[in-house]
């Protein structure tokens, strides 16, 4: 017994044995005023506290004493234990009956008290561990909360808690280290098909209790079952992301394999027509063949390097190397590549000549002209006008491409950005739905933003670029350094 514990169970007699005398002497003082019968009565009281405070056996040893102090100190003849009436003799039994009867009850009701409040406490600790453990899918989470909960319980020097496949959970009093002696308590963390792990508990004083041993069981099977809704959730979240890869192949493959093959195609037929000789080399037809396949060999390249560059923004691979660029160059490069391919529109390019520096990637910032254009291109009706505007408006560069194409119903405009995405209202060309995709991976990487708009008379592509680089701004342009 703990020294603690010991000294509780000394004041609890003590206090018994003391509050016994000090009644009794209360009630010698008052002997010629009060009857023997209620003096038996009173008795009743002292002995009805010390079980309620001190329990059981307290409460008979106090009944005993005053059975003794009561034929003492007022049964005739005093100060001897001999009874010469009967109906003294009847009153103490039934005064000793009375007593036991009354320690008997109280301490009863003591015990279903307490087992109450046990009862309360371990109803309370797993509500606790079931509130904690509930929506959780990490197992070493799992393991750590049910060691917390274990170790508030069992008060040991040390707790494992070992979960397969995860790193164990060590909990111990202040300064402990892992006992070279086998555990007091071992309770595996039992699923329905298998053991997923187990608690070790060392604790050798007090030993562990019958209830306390079952409280931790009942821990493990709640902490089994958060273990198994960890692992399916885990187990689903697999099969969601192989499902979303099997299914973003299969569009990849049945897209790719459509547009790469109508290059291909082209580019076959022209090349045999030109190998077989029949076009002659003065012919209008050669030169037109010759364009084809320069100009589909340009298209074969663009879906290359789209499908490389998506997989890049996938991956987190698409690091700008920005630098200071003008924005008419990056323009003026991509209309003057594009000058076949967009011969059937009409290109217009408003951008100010003091427009200033813009920090970004020179070739990426041509692949999202070039995307954009392409998309006007392939949406907005021959001979029509393809605008492209930039502005400073606070600290970025605003920059619109607009086109005379059809619009796009509002609840598509977001949207539109994504991977694949597709309208069947307006989509009825070809294309792979990379390039509008390409072009927010790219924005957002410079640490711009990227939406579209519907104008009165068409569709705009909007987005802006940062002006300043690493907390840098742009440098003054030439023309405006003033000659001293």
């Known amino acids: 017994m703990k020294p603690l514990a010991y000294l509780s169970t000394v004041w609890h007699y003590l206090f018994s044995a003391l509050l016994i005398a000090l009644t009794t002497l209360f009630f010698f003082a008052l002997r010629d005023f009060l009857d023997t019968t209620l003096v038996a009565l009173l008795y009743l009281i002292p002995i009805g506290v010390i079980t309620t405070t001190s329990g059981f056996t307290p409460g008979i040893i106090s009944a005993v004493f005053s059975f003794f102090a009561f034929n003492y100190f007022f049964i005739k003849p005093y100060y001897t234990l001999a009874v010469h009436r009967p109906l003294d003799l009847v ?9 036991v009867v009354l320690s008997r009850l109280v301490g009863r009701a003591q015990a279903g008290l307490a087992a109450a409040n046990a009862r309360e406490r371990e109803a ?3 509500y606790e561990l079931s509130a904690a453990l509930a929506g959780l899918h990490d197992e070493y989470t799992v393991a750590q909360i049910l060691g917390r909960q274990v170790a508030a319980l069992s008060q040991g020097e040390y707790l494992e808690v070992n979960i397969t496949g995860s790193q164990p959970v060590h909990f111990s009093q202040p300064q402990g280290a892992l006992p070279s002696r086998p555990p007091e308590l071992t309770v595996p963390i039992q699923a329905a098909r298998s053991t997923l792990g187990e608690i070790l508990v060392w604790r050798s004083k007090p030993p562990i209790s019958t209830g306390e041993t079952r409280l931790i069981q009942t821990f493990a099977s709640q902490a089994a079952l958060a273990l198994e809704r960890a692992r399916l959730a885990q187990a689903e979240s697999r099969a969601k992301v192989l499902e979303e890869s099997d299914r973003l192949k299969s569009a990849i493959l049945s897209s790719v394999s459509h547009e790469l093959r109508t290059p291909l195609s082209t580019i076959k037929a022209a090349a045999s027509s030109l190998r077989g000789n029949e076009v002659g080399w003065d012919s209008p037809a050669r030169v037109e063949l010759i364009a084809a396949i320069d100009d589909e060999s340009d298209h074969l390249n663009m879906l290359v390097g789209n499908l490389l560059d998506m997989s890049r ?4 691979a698409l690091k700008p190397k920005r630098e200071w660029n003008i924005l008419s160059e990056i323009v003026g490069s991509v209309t003057a590549r594009m000058k076949y391919s967009a011969e059937e529109h009409k290109i217009e390019v408003d951008i100010p000549e003091n427009l200033p520096f813009v920090p970004v990637d020179y070739v990426q910032m041509e692949q999202v002209f070039t995307n ?20 400073v408006e606070g600290e970025c560069v605003r920059v619109q491409v607009s086109n005379q194409g059809p619009q796009i119903p509002p609840e598509h405009l977001e949207r539109i950005f994504d991977k694949f995405y597709r309208i069947n209202e307006v989509d009825r060309v070809t294309g792979t739905g990379l390039g509008l995709s390409i072009c927010k991976g790219i924005i957002e990487a410079h640490g711009g933003k990227i939406w579209a708009e519907n104008l009165r008379d068409g569709l705009a592509f909007n987005f802006t670029l940062p002006l300043t680089w690493e907390g840098s701004p742009p440098p003054q342009l030439p023309m405006d350094t003033e000659v001293e």
């Open 91 to 99: 009153i103490l039994t039934i005064f000793l009956v009375v007593s």
């Open 124 to 126: 309370t600790q797993l």
């Open 313 to 316: 923004i996938e991956s987190g």
């Open 372 to 391: 954009l254009i392409s998309n006007s291109v392939k949406y907005a009706p021959a001979d029509s006008l393809i605008r492209i505007r930039a502005g």
